[in-house]
């Protein structure tokens, strides 16, 4: 045990094993690894900062490790909730994904009488396709409109306030 304990006391250790695993992040999927190694390189600072006593016991540095590990690994938990949170994702959206984009008219078709009110029927280009669209408002080809949402197999959509 003694032998475990000089061995222990070098603070290179905890931190090569660190950036060591660290490193395997990039082999092994996950994110767990990075905040492990963090741990164990919070451990190597930790013996570095208190090298002038006498020499942290292996207990002492094995609980460090451990607290630090645990408090780096909530800390990735957090920082990742936060970020997808803050981002949410387009996956199976679909057509709606596109809702506030600003479009082009191609095609403006004749005033249709839909549920008793005028409606305008055109088509929009979006990236390299064109889709059908429906306005409250008569449409212009060349004129930008706003999309407001996708229903019913068309784009519903505004005139865009330039």
């Known amino acids: 045990m003694e032998f475990l304990n000089v061995i222990f006391n070098n603070p290179w250790i905890w931190l090569i094993l660190g950036v060591i695993v660290m490193g395997l992040e990039l082999i092994v999927p996950g994110v767990y690894l990075f905040w492990v190694g963090a741990g164990l390189i919070t451990t190597g600072v930790s013996v570095v900062a208190f090298a002038d006593l006498p020499g942290i016991p292996l207990a002492a540095q094995i609980v460090i490790f451990m607290v630090a590990m645990f408090g780096w690994v909530l800390t990735g938990i957090y920082l990742q909730n936060r970020v997808r949170q803050a981002a949410p994702s387009a996956l199976n959206a679909g057509l709606a994904q596109y809702a506030g984009r600003q479009v082009p008219i191609v095609q403006v078709f004749a005033d249709s009488r ?42 519903l959509v505004e005139p865009a306030s330039n």
């Open 114 to 155: 839909q549920e008793s009110q005028t409606s305008y029927l055109g088509r929009i280009k979006l990236e390299d396709t064109t889709y059908g669209v429906i306005s409250r408002h008569p449409l212009q080809e060349g004129q930008f409109v706003v999309i407001l949402a996708y229903q019913d197999g068309k784009f």
